[in-house]
């Protein structure tokens, strides 16, 4: 009979035909579409692009105009572990080794010994301010103790900030998902915690599997890209994302922190100078967009709007500890041995951005069944969005106020390099952007090494082979031809005349480039 029935229900399911398959895309076509549209918004508001994705979940959701009814936490949960795994790695595909480098002490000290810091400052705010039992405390403290990889990458790079502080943020919110992962999952399992000294080994051991598997594979992936010539540049974009994840997934399996992985790896993989980097770097880029709009909407849809209401104060009162207590005092506690000037602690301390992560974070005590884990999650969702709605549009101006704005810092000089397997050869596609100082030098004063020479320039949609003395001006586009022995000093000298001008290398510039395939500081 249970057979039978369970046929019978099968039967009466109405099948998937292709006017369903058009009709989804069809409304997700409509989402991206306006999600897409809405990164306009939050790019001229200041405000991170998430609130814009949420409120279009929100919207789509139960109390919506889209009745959608979703209540798959687990489902979230995944699908929001792949979209930072994506997220991640365009992060560390972005990051600059030359900027992150003197701020890895200090990024490495905020995403351990701050987040411990951070945790049992807001635990304890939760706890006896607002009434919760210990390990709900410690679980909101622990998840929202995570600064998010989007909402610092897409405020940060917006922001002309001295190199030292945004590779700080940077690194610390690429680093810190890994501690806190561990916290949440062992605050959520079921019977006593474990004994501090055992979380804080299981810690310092899942690091050090991922970083190690991260950087093996960042380092392989590199080398493997740079002496196989795939047979379509579009092959590359591919590659790199493949490499990635597969550092996530190697860290994952081999017990270790796979995100913590894909970050290194993909911060190798973005330093590596690779071939066809600005295709690659657009393409991760794009992704990650998508993995944002697929995850906050998601997060949106998950989120129950009108049980928020005896949420709100008790989340405000959690973020008020965490933004003006927690997050201070562990920045101050880290950063003072580093002998960091008091503004720039000040400005990290208010950068301390939370996103999707500790939203995604919160669904983990949700499938462990954890008593009061749909209030957790409320309450982690209020704070997410009001303090972003306070810190992201506020941290130009707190810039401006302590004098940490760099408006010198340059344009970035894209350079793209296809090889010329056969010829033995490199060309190099230069685009000079506006505020370049090679804007006005003339092409012998690029003083490149021999083998290296300017074939081409493309200048107002009109290429035309120049002289020794044709002056470049912003907008150009150059086409420059490189023996494989002089490739990679012919890049760092265009690096260096876009950093220094004509006179690079005579001022102190140095020819090192910007350290990084695509992307270098002008």
Known sequence: ???????????????????????????????????????????????????????????????????????????????????????LAEGGLGTKWTQIRPALPAASALATVGVAVSVGVTAAGAHYLVGLE?????????????????????????????????????????????????????????????????????????????????????????????????????????????????????????????????????????????????????????????????MFVLLGLLVTPHELGDDVVPALVIGLVLTMVARPLSVVLCLTPFRLPWQEQALMSWAGLRGAVPI??????????????????????????????????????????????????????????????RLRGHLLSVVIPEGSRMHGVEINELRLPAGAAVTLVVREGTSFVPSPTTVLRRGDELLVVATDPVRDAAEARLRAVGRGGKLAGWLGTGGEGGGRGGTAHD
């Open 134 to 294: 210990w390990r709900q405390a410690l679980i909101i403290g622990a998840v929202v103790s995570s600064t998010d990889a989007a909402a610092v990458f897409s405020v940060l790079r917006r922001i002309p900030l001295p190199a030292r502080v945004t590779g700080t943020l940077e690194a610390e919110s690429g680093f810190n998902d890994a501690p806190v992962v561990i916290l949440v999952v062992a605050f959520s399992q079921a019977g006593p915690v474990e004994h501090w000294y055992v979380l804080i080994g299981e810690i310092a051991l899942e690091l050090a599997i991922g970083a190690a598997i991260g950087l093996a594979v960042g380092w392989a992936g590199a080398w493997g890209l740079r002496h196989v010539a795939l047979p379509a540049s579009g092959l590359y974009p591919i590659a790199v994302l493949a490499i990635a994840v597969a550092a996530y997934a190697g860290g994952a399996l081999a017990h270790g922190s796979g995100f913590l992985g894909v970050y290194l790896a993909s911060m190798v993989l973005g330093n590596a100078k690779l071939p066809h980097w600005p295709a690659t770097r657009g393409f991760a880029d794009g992704l990650g967009w998508i993995a944002q709009i697929g």
């Open 360 to 421: 995604i974070l919160a669904t983990i005590p949700m499938v462990s069944g954890i008593d009061g884990s749909r209030r957790i999650f409320n309450i982690v969702f209020v704070l997410v969005v009001v303090y972003t709605l306070v810190q992201g549009p506020t941290l130009p101006w707190l810039a401006r106020t302590l004098r940490l704005g760099d408006a010198s810092e340059a344009t970035d000089l894209g350079i793209e390099s296809a090889p010329l397997e």
């Open 1 to 87: 009979m249970r057979r039978r029935s369970r046929a019978c229900a099968r039967e009466r399911e109405p099948p998937l035909t292709v006017h369903h398959l058009n009709q989804l895309l069809l409304v997700c076509s409509i989402v991206l579409l306006v999600a897409v549209a809405a990164v306009r918004i939050s790019s001229r508001s200041g405000l991170p692009s998430l609130l814009v994705y949420l409120a279009i979940g929100v919207l789509m959701g139960q109390d919506g105009i889209g009745d959608i009814r979703f209540d798959n936490a687990e489902l979230t949960q995944v699908i929001g572990y792949a979209a930072l795994v994506v997220i």
